[in-house]
């Protein structure tokens, strides 16, 4: 990965959503979010390297109810054989899946799939992925603190101030610990790279 050289271990925020009724599909075709060993060059066939610590599968929960994997929170429902509801279509509701354990690979690759949907037109703030040095810290960017160390890839599904750009909006920033996100004008000043879809 190209943000190798960031202090390890990180922390993954396998997804949070803001406002979102957003889902993790139980889906035949995918059984997990694989992580794959980078073998310094992209090629066909290239092999799994799964790793169950940091794959959401069904059933999502074990026998106690609890993930010795993941921990869950703010308005997340899951339904153990069938999805992970981070938040659902009320307002101010709000859910994170976040990992217990740190990613110390220093190449790897994530798959995910989700979906947003709710009541009229209008569905919340977006979700992120997280990968930074801190775990677990609430706060006013798609649910994580601001100025954080790491990646974050964001969903967003809301447009605040961004002429020119349809949302929603996907866009990735790296944090050093210090920046800020720039929430009034939709990141636009810490994005690496985005686009609309």
């Given at each position: ?13 396998a ?17 997990s ?24 599968a ?5 026998s106690?109810?609890t993930?010795?994997?993941f ?23 709000s ?89 009034a004008?939709?990141?636009k ?9």
């Amino acid at each position: 990965m190209w943000f190798h050289s960031m202090l390890v271990p990180l922390w993954m925020l396998a997804l949070y959503a803001a406002g979102t009724d957003a889902a993790v599909e139980a889906d035949t075709s995918m059984k997990s979010i694989p992580v794959r060993p980078y073998p310094g060059k992209w090629a066909a066939g290239l092999n799994h390297a799964q790793l169950r610590t940091h794959s959401l599968a069904p059933p999502y929960l074990d026998s106690d109810m609890t993930s010795r994997w993941f921990d869950f929170g703010g308005d997340t429902i899951i339904r153990t054989d069938q999805y992970i509801r981070l938040a659902s279509d009320l307002p101010s509701q709000s859910g994170w899946v976040f990992s217990r354990i740190p990613i110390t690979a220093t190449n790897w690759e994530v798959e995910f799939e989700f979906s947003i949907h709710g009541k009229g037109h209008l569905h919340g703030d977006g979700l992120a992925l997280w990968v930074t040095k801190e775990r677990a810290q609430p706060g006013p960017v798609f649910g994580h603190a601001d100025r954080f160390e790491g990646l974050g890839i964001f969903f967003d599904t809301y447009k605040n101030n961004r002429p020119g750009v349809v949302f929603p909006y996907v866009m990735a920033m790296m944090g050093d610990g210090q920046t800020s996100y720039d929430a009034a004008n939709d990141g636009k000043a810490n994005e690496l790279g985005g686009c609309s879809v």
